[in-house]
Each structure stands twice: as C-alpha cells, then as structure tokens.
C-alpha cells in the first residue's frame, strides 16, 4: 500500500511563492503518472498538474504559467513550485496517481493560505 506525505505549505502573501513536496512510498510510485490536487473550502478537488516518469508535464489553465511540477524518482519525491500565488490558489494541496485505478489513500494534505 502506498503512503503520500505531503508538505511546504504555509500562510505567504499574493505574489510570492512555495514549494511543496510529496514523497511516496514503495517502487510503483517512481514508474506512474503523478499529479498534484488541490481542494478549496466548499469546492471540489481538482486536478492542477501532472507529470510522467519521464518528466513530462501539464498543468489546468488556472496555474498554467506559474506552477511548475517535477519530480526526483531516485527519492521518490514529487514537488510543485508555486509563484505569483494567488488568494484563489488558497487550498489544501494533495498528490496522488491520476492513472492508477483506485486511487492510492489520501495523504493528510498541506495547506497553502495566500493572504495578505
């Protein structure tokens, strides 16, 4: 059974920046597709960036261009580097494995807060 841990969120003001990271347990994290989640009060969890093993990305419109997803497979890691953050990017962030039917468990998230 993979474990999720996520971390790096925090409380940063409109425009600045965070990197999150989640790190996975087990092999069959490093071959999947992963992606990064976010999930706001009272809104649904959506889907915001993915990436292949091989490091190919993509990313929702609504962080296109500021967010920048990769991954470290030699320390099972995945990371999101987040810029010019938003108050609408005020979340809780997750990752998980898009492709892999059921989804893995649920980490415990990290909150990311953009106020000024």
């Known amino acids: 059974q993979v474990q999720l841990v996520e971390s790096g969120g925090g409380l940063v003001q409109p425009g600045g920046s965070l990197r999150l990271s989640c790190v996975g347990s087990?092999?069959?994290?490093?071959?999947?597709?992963m992606g990064w989640y976010r999930q706001a009060p009272g809104k649904q969890r959506e889907l915001v960036a993915h990436?292949?093993?091989?490091?190919?990305?993509n990313y929702a419109d609504s962080v296109k261009g500021r967010f920048t997803v990769s991954r470290d497979n030699t320390k099972n890691t995945v990371y999101l580097q987040m810029n010019s953050l938003k108050p609408e990017d005020t979340a809780v962030y997750y990752c998980?494995?898009?492709?892999?039917?059921?989804?893995?468990?649920w980490g415990q998230g990290t909150q990311v807060t953009v106020s000024s």
């Open positions: 087990g092999t069959m994290f490093r071959v999947v597709v």
């Open positions: 990436i292949t093993s091989g490091g190919s990305a």
């Open positions: 998980n494995a898009p492709l892999v039917t059921p989804l893995w468990p």
